[in-house]
């Protein structure tokens, strides 16, 4: 009776045809170009479509497998459960780490990151790190200048105290490729790396019943985190996993013994549906990279990954914005399916994180898996029409940049060759572009900034620009100069940042008068847009309601005192009322600015205004010029 039911109900819904819906769009566009208006074309090199139908699923291989069945582009688990991580880092007092690991294990983290910081740690000194912490409870994640020697003694710890090799979960952030990229040089090492390798292999060999133990971490995050596409870091993290593959196998050791050990850091950004594709097809191509192997454990196939929020995109301006990014970006992360998110706190860019950012940031996590329930479903975004686009078109862009890196003759040769770097610069350069022309919006940074908003005493230009040096690890290596062109990590809101802080520490109040006029719906939309734009450099902006007459407007402009005057009003006042002002001005040293780009731009400028905002300006550009008048 139910099934006659729901038969009744479809059959008022015929299904409708691709070419009718194809027909109405077309109508609706009025012979605009549909690529133009409605297809996306990504920063990943591919285009995303207005909508997409089941028949567009027909060709995608990956369709129709479970949670931990291979490909693993569901999950390499069948359930969706993942770790709580926060870092904690280690300097020379052990026990205050240990009594912060106490704590926050009481308030709902299972993954404890230790940065240590210490390259004499010693066993006493692990031995307090752990007191109290029942080892096989948790997961712990080691990293920093001394995480080998970390990893040593934490061998010899688990193998001295006889504990349970299934129950001991550890990863380590052993990267020699990564400090390479940011580096631009090997070290001390051998000229290729050969000896960090063979001291991998050696703490592989040491306690080889320990098979829970990921003992490599390839960091995808530093790409990220120096503005890659998500098909580069994609590309790029997957190559470093491979080489590690092959450098030890070289070595004589079983691809069974190595893949499991290493463990993929990607970051997730704020691009929702992309980051979750992206995370469903690094699985799907590690899974595939490793099938020509013939590895004998079904886990040398499992992509295993820890996930960061992006640190790319949080910004030091209107800094509470950045705990509204790193919930979607956990949320993305935990609709992907991982085992382990740590969740930035929102202060993270510019001092060392309070007890009040940890907490919201961990907060974060504790919501979605306990009031949102985001643990208890595997793979949601399965069926997705959209999603499941994005992640095959994600894995075959991905996949031809991998192979492009393989040709090269892996990632160190790729790296040394300039490959990498250029491929990340280019899209770094195109974001930096975006930004500055607000194609890609950090909000409170490029676009509605807060307008009241002061950078406190704490904040300098060193603060701004944290993130973008090439090594903070102390080490006696870290001022030689690179063999090689290194990665640069920065934050995408540097430059915005930079160019509002050296107006907030002026000395100056700058000020930008909007003089609304002439038409009223029109002034009041120019004059919203002009107070965004000017508010981006820290001008403190003077907006107004209407004024009846330009010698009113003008009037009030002379007794605020500001150096920047905008007139705020339609394309066609323009004609008439910009010369009014600007006549009103001349001779003292007021820019007037006319808000918009009417047609009448050549009229008004052969008149003497030489200064226009609009939507297609570069805004960063334009704003430092403004500065560059202002004398600051």
């Not at 690991?101 to 006493?124: Q, R």
């Not at 450098?247 to 290493?262: E, K, Y």
């Not at 469903?280 to 295993?304: F, Q, V």
């Amino acid at each position: 009776m139910a099934e006659e039911k729901a038969t009744k109900l479809m059959a008022e819904f015929p299904p409708v045809t691709t070419e009718a819906w194809e027909e109405v769009i077309a109508k609706d566009l009025k012979g605009a170009d549909r690529t133009k208006k409605l297809v996306w074309r990504t920063l990943e090199g591919f285009n995303v479509e207005p909508y997409y139908r089941a028949d567009d699923m027909a060709d995608l291989k990956h369709l129709g497998t479970r949670p931990g069945e291979f490909p693993y582009v569901r999950g390499v688990k069948a359930d969706n459960r993942w770790r709580v991580r926060q870092t904690i880092e280690v300097g020379d007092d052990p026990a205050a780490a240990n009594r912060e690991a106490h704590d926050v294990l009481m308030k709902g983290v299972d993954s404890l990151g230790f940065v240590i910081k210490n390259k004499e740690f010693s066993a006493s000194d692990l031995d307090t790190l752990l007191k109290g912490i029942t080892i096989t409870a948790v997961e712990l994640a080691f990293s920093g200048c001394g995480v080998y020697r970390a990893a040593e003694l934490f061998l010899d710890k688990i193998v001295a105290e006889k504990l349970d090799p299934e129950q001991v979960f550890a990863v380590f952030g052993i990267d020699p490729l990564m400090k390479l990229s940011k580096k631009g040089s090997w070290g001390c090492s051998a000229p290729d790396g050969a000896k960090q390798f063979g001291r991998i292999r050696e703490l592989l060999d040491r306690a080889p019943q320990y098979k829970r133990i990921r003992m490599m971490t390839v960091h995808g995050t530093l790409f990220h985190n120096c503005g890659a596409s998500a098909v580069q870091e994609l590309a790029f993290a997957l190559s470093m996993g491979h080489e590690y593959v092959v450098r030890l196998t070289d070595l004589g050791m079983d691809v069974d013994r190595v893949a499991p050990a290493i463990k993929f850091d990607f970051a997730v950004g704020t691009n929702y549906f992309m980051e979750i594709a992206k995370l469903r097809a690094a699985r799907l191509l590690w899974a595939n990279i490793m099938k020509p192997y013939n590895p004998k454990r079904g886990c040398s196939s499992k992509l295993r990954a820890h996930i960061q929020t992006s640190a790319w995109n949080q910004t030091v301006y209107d800094p509470y914005v950045n705990m509204l990014r790193g919930t979607t970006e956990a949320m993305s992360a935990a609709v992907a399916g991982v085992d382990s998110i740590e969740v930035l706190p929102f202060d993270h860019a510019y001092e060392q994180p309070t007890e009040f950012s940890s907490r919201i940031a961990r907060n974060v996590q504790l919501l979605l898996k306990e009031e949102s329930h985001f643990d208890q479903v595997t793979d949601p975004a399965a069926g997705s029409y959209y999603i499941e686009e994005l992640t095959a078109s994600i894995a075959a862009e991905a996949w031809k940049l991998f192979l492009a890196v393989e040709d090269l003759g892996g990632y160190t040769a790729a790296f040394e060759a300039g490959f990498i770097q250029d491929r990340v610069e280019e899209t770094a350069n195109k974001r930096d572009h975006n930004i500055a022309t607000r194609r890609e919006a950090l909000l409170g940074t490029n676009q509605f900034p807060n307008f009241n908003e002061t950078a406190p005493a704490e904040i300098t230009a060193e603060t701004v620009t944290r993130g973008a040096k090439r090594c903070h690890c102390g080490c006696k290596h870290a001022d030689r100069e690179p063999e090689y062109r290194p990665l640069r990590p920065y934050r995408g809101a540097m430059a915005f940042e930079a160019m509002r802080l050296r107006t907030d520490r002026s000395g100056k109040e700058p000020k930008a008068f909007m003089l609304t006029c002439g038409t009223l719906a029109m002034a009041r939309a120019r004059a919203q847009f002009a107070c965004n734009f000017f508010a981006c450099a820290g001008i403190r902006v003077i907006d107004n309601t209407f004024f009846a007459s330009v010698a009113e407007g003008v009037e009030a402009a002379k007794a605020s005192g500001a150096r920047i005057v905008v007139v705020c009003s339609s394309d066609d006042d323009y004609a008439t009322l910009a010369p009014e002002v600007f006549e009103a001005f001349r001779g003292t040293d007021v820019i007037v600015v006319v808000a918009g780009a009417p047609a009448c731009q050549p009229e008004l400028e052969a008149a003497g205004i030489s200064h226009f905002i609009s939507v297609r300006s570069n805004v960063l550009e334009t704003l430092e010029g403004y500065l560059k008048e202002l004398g600051i």
